[in-house]
């Protein structure tokens, strides 16, 4: 998709937006793939364990999907620190490891809690409060997650994970729930996510609109309908959101 055509695409709906929700992790939070297999390879140190970061993290997420589909076309909710948890459990016996899985699930935990906006976000966010209300939607826990938002200053006028849910993203109910803390419908809030599944599928599956941060140029899976924007950073949705001509009240 050109540049051109993603503005011409968001000019079209623009109007209709009354809210900006971003995800969390990846997408206002640099906290990316190599920073968890950095912290699987953290673990490995803390609990003196002969493992392969990489392949950890790659077991670990093969457990993610066998154990609650997450992910996927129906994730199964639970709290993130019981089913890391039970991840690292179940990897740390397949590789005969003798390692403590609450004590590696907290520690994850710890660097979610701590990890750091992209500098750019809190800036972002204030542009884009004069003319839209700002959410936060996340697959997390609260503890970690409101650490984290505390720790980095950064303010929703509504911040929706999916304990408080009971839902993970892509299920459509975790969007619904976003709608309704907001009182609006679907189709007047912008979701803007850096992972496909999750944030664009689960997004437009509940009616809203959704933006692709695609910061690592990822290529979009075929089941993934295309976005209503592509942009390569927070940056990027600014002029879109806020320039000229857009983001104004619709003409009568
Ligand atoms: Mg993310």
Redesign the pocket.
């Known amino acids: 998709m050109s540049s051109n055509k993603s503005v011409k695409n968001l000019c079209l709906s623009v109007a209709d937006i009354r809210a900006v929700a971003f995800?969390?992790?990846?997408?206002v939070i640099d906290f990316n793939q190599p920073d968890f297999i950095a912290t699987m390879a953290e673990i490995c140190d803390r609990q003196r364990l002969d493992a392969d970061a990489a392949d950890l993290w790659r077991r670990f997420l093969r457990a993610a999907l066998a154990f609650r589909a997450e992910n996927h076309e129906r994730p199964v909710y639970s709290r993130y620190d019981e089913a890391w948890a039970r991840q690292f459990e179940h990897v740390f016996k397949r590789l005969r490891l003798e390692g403590d899985p609450w004590q590696a699930a907290l520690y994850l935990k710890e660097k979610l809690a701590t990890a750091p906006a992209y500098p750019e976000a809190r800036d972002i966010l204030d542009a884009l409060r004069s003319r839209y209300r700002v959410a936060l939607l996340s697959n997390a826990d609260d503890d970690f997650l409101l650490a984290c938002l505390e720790r980095n200053s950064l303010h929703f006028d509504t911040v929706v994970s999916s304990e408080r849910a009971g839902a993970i993203k892509p299920d459509p109910a975790i969007f619904r729930h976003l709608a309704s803390s907001l009182a609006l419908t679907p189709s007047s809030i912008l979701y803007v996510?850096?992972?496909p599944v999750?944030?664009l599928l689960g997004g437009r599956q509940a009616g809203l609109k959704v933006a692709w941060v695609n910061r690592f140029r990822l290529r979009r899976p075929r089941r993934v309908p295309p976005p209503d924007v592509k942009v390569a950073s927070l940056q990027e949705l600014l002029p879109l959101l806020c320039g000229s001509g857009v983001g104004q009240e619709p003409q009568p």
């Open positions: 995800d969390c992790y990846g997408t996510g850096d992972n999750p944030d």
